[in-house]
């Protein structure tokens, strides 16, 4: 399921950090412990566990200025917009996360990211597009997907056409799919991934995106990921697991979330 969020503010211009991911992040699982603060510190602290990974099984876009407005990139780390509204995408395959989120919107009209405070106008629930075996996605946010070598402290980040992605891309919507609903899929699945040609070509193969998460403290992280139109060809139950939970890894701080 999906929810929309709608946030006013009062400023003449809203300006956030570009690296506003672990902000909103923070914002949500806020929002979730105004109904639940035992359902927000575990999935928080352990998300739905599957051998030795955990799953969130929740993503968001980012925060997309309404009125044909866009971002302005400042020369200082932030970004700036004249649009007095906001809306941010929040989506999740788990039932009870959604709800929890619902509850606790009704407990916080307003809320803030960063030092910006908002007023939750509108909470919508989109309506579910028909998904197939063979789909067209716009991402919202970059589609991120590593692994980690034997003896190699850090991940690689793996970009499409790069040994691996398409395999690991669909080991991690496997294992999605075997904590939404607790039992493994059935069957032998195939996936096959295409960044759309013409837009790679316009790009000219620039089709990546630097994101760092918790800027400026000891945590701090730099992520890259995928940002592009693709096609994916991959079984309809997993395609639904990839559309609700996210794409890659790190949905829970914002990525791998698309559109149809």
Known sequence: MRISLSLSHRNH???????VNHLISSLIYNIVSNSSSEYAERLH???YRLDKRTFKLFTFSPLIPVGHRRWEMNGD????????????????????????LVVGLLHQPLVQIGRQRFRVETVKKLDPPELGDDMRFIMLSPLVCSAKRDGEKYPQYLMPGDEGFERVLLEN????????????????????????????????????????????????????GTLAPFR?????????????????GLNAQGFGMVKG
Do not use: W
């Open 13 to 19: 211009h809203l300006t956030l950090p570009v690296n």
């Open 45 to 47: 602290e352990q998300g």
């Open 232 to 248: 994916l060809c991959v079984p309809k139950e997993l395609m639904e697991v990839g559309y609700y939970c996210g794409f890659g």
């Open 173 to 224: 919507l496997l294992g999605k799919y075997e904590a939404l609903h607790g039992q493994a899929y059935e069957g032998k699945p195939e996936l096959y991934f295409e960044v759309a040609k013409e837009y790679f070509e316009r790009k000219q193969g620039k089709i990546t995106k630097l994101i760092t998460l918790k800027e400026g403290s000891p945590d701090e992280t730099k992520v890259r």
């Open 77 to 100: 780390g932030t970004m700036t917009t004249e649009a007095r509204n906001v809306s941010l995408l929040i989506s999740s395959g788990k039932a009870e996360f959604v709800e929890h």
